[in-house]
């Protein structure tokens, strides 16, 4: 009788084809969502100091941009519009000239039949506070007017081209109100993303940076408690009650029990968004040679898709599906 274990996992582990022939989980460029910035009134990109790499683009700019990531097979791109102007009611974000929907006729025209055009439904980069919805007179978050623009701003991103709307504003009913307001105004094939557990985190730090974001305090009230995970696949159900397509979990890396939980229940695709401050300390880690930055960028990425998303947001889509090829 031979001597040693009669169990040995690493058979599975011998070579790089067989690692790859038992792997469990894949990355494909058609599961990756590449977010985008649109700024109005600037003629070139303007890159983001605490994003290396990224830039807010350009109304020109973005054609090429957009162009590459179809040419590479990604699955989608997700627009954040920065206006020159900004209200308390957020007025540029149902302006049909206002730069993201203008941004989204862009998009839409050059590849709109090779990947889902989406676009960011929510005020914050909009209003002159910073809050994703409109203020009552105590200067609290009006939860139900703020719906109401949301359905215009519904409406004016499908009628720009829009094909896929994220909901990232974490009123209550959000879904609900929308998908009432698109069906109602002849947009029934527009799909709705709702950000369902979305957490009031520290890791969007470098977004705010990248929308010249004008908070004013904090989104506690109306982004979930980082300390909840019940709250998280709560939130995720009522969604898909309400008539989501999709449902998001943000941030991801921080959040993968709530993802994992998610995926299980879901009877609707599961994304999740890797969000700037996962993408600002990898590339800060490895600027200071502490990391290896090609596998630190697959690994977290495959372990978002590990945990249970069908999609990633991530800043890298690019770059990741240029190195799948």
């Given at each position: 009788?031979?001597?040693?274990?009669?169990?040995?996992?690493?058979?599975?582990?011998?070579?790089?084809?067989?690692?790859?022939?038992?792997?469990?989980?894949?990355?494909?460029?058609?599961?990756?969502?590449?977010?985008?910035?649109?700024?109005?009134?600037?003629?070139?990109?303007?890159?983001?100091?605490?994003?290396?790499?990224?830039?807010?683009?350009?109304?020109?700019?973005?054609?090429?941009?957009?162009?590459?990531?179809?040419?590479?097979?990604?699955?989608?791109?997700?627009?954040?519009?920065?206006?020159?102007?900004?209200?308390?009611?957020?007025?540029?974000?149902?302006?049909?000239?206002?730069?993201?929907?203008?941004?989204?006729?862009?998009?839409?025209?050059?590849?709109?039949?090779?990947?889902?055009?989406?676009?960011?439904?929510?005020?914050?980069?909009?209003?002159?506070?910073?809050?994703?919805?409109?203020?009552?007179?105590?200067?609290?978050?009006?939860?139900?007017?703020?719906?109401?623009?949301?359905?215009?701003?519904?409406?004016?991103?499908?009628?720009?081209?829009?094909?896929?709307?994220?909901?990232?504003?974490?009123?209550?009913?959000?879904?609900?109100?929308?998908?009432?307001?698109?069906?109602?105004?002849?947009?029934?094939?527009?799909?709705?993303?709702?950000?369902?557990?979305?957490?009031?985190?520290?890791?969007?730090?470098?977004?705010?940076?990248?929308?010249?974001?004008?908070?004013?305090?904090?989104?506690?009230?109306?982004?979930?408690?980082?300390?909840?995970?019940?709250?998280?696949?709560?939130?995720?159900?009522?969604?898909?009650?309400?008539?989501?397509?999709?449902?998001?979990?943000?941030?991801?890396?921080?959040?993968?029990?709530?993802?994992?939980?998610?995926?299980?229940?879901?009877?609707?695709?599961?994304?999740?968004?890797?969000?700037?401050?996962?993408?600002?300390?990898?590339?800060?880690?490895?600027?200071?040679?502490?990391?290896?930055?090609?596998?630190?960028?697959?690994?977290?990425?495959?372990?978002?898709r590990r945990a249970g998303a069908d999609v990633v947001l991530t800043y890298w889509a690019t770059e990741l599906a240029r190195s799948l090829r």
């Amino acid at each position: 009788m031979t001597s040693g274990p009669l169990i040995r996992p690493r058979r599975l582990r011998t070579s790089p084809a067989m690692r790859l022939l038992a792997a469990e989980t894949r990355l494909h460029a058609a599961d990756l969502v590449l977010p985008m910035f649109i700024r109005e009134g600037i003629d070139q990109p303007a890159p983001i100091s605490s994003m290396p790499g990224v830039v807010q683009h350009s109304l020109e700019s973005v054609r090429a941009a957009v162009t590459e990531a179809a040419e590479l097979g990604i699955g989608g791109v997700m627009l954040f519009g920065i206006p020159m102007v900004k209200d308390a009611v957020g007025s540029g974000a149902t302006d049909e000239n206002g730069i993201l929907n203008a941004a989204a006729r862009i998009v839409a025209s050059e590849v709109g039949d090779a990947l889902v055009v989406q676009t960011d439904l929510c005020l914050d980069e909009f209003t002159d506070h910073g809050h994703c919805g409109v203020l009552d007179a105590r200067g609290s978050v009006d939860n139900d007017a703020t719906l109401l623009r949301y359905n215009d701003m519904a409406i004016a991103q499908a009628g720009s081209g829009s094909q896929l709307l994220g909901l990232s504003g974490m009123m209550d009913g959000q879904v609900a109100s929308v998908r009432d307001a698109l069906d109602s105004a002849g947009f029934t094939n527009t799909a709705l993303l709702g950000y369902a557990a979305k957490y009031a985190s520290a890791f969007y730090g470098p977004f705010r940076d990248a929308v010249d974001s004008s908070l004013q305090g904090d989104r506690r009230t109306y982004q979930l408690d980082p300390a909840n995970r019940r709250e998280g696949l709560r939130e995720i159900m009522l969604d898909i009650e309400e008539g989501a397509d999709i449902v998001m979990v943000k941030p991801a890396m921080s959040y993968l029990d709530v993802l994992a939980d998610a995926s299980a229940a879901s009877e609707v695709p599961v994304w999740a968004y890797q969000v700037s401050g996962e993408y600002a300390m990898i590339e800060a880690a490895a600027a200071n040679g502490w990391i290896d930055r090609e596998r630190a960028i697959e690994e977290s990425v495959l372990s978002i898709r590990r945990a249970g998303a069908d999609v990633v947001l991530t800043y890298w889509a690019t770059e990741l599906a240029r190195s799948l090829r």
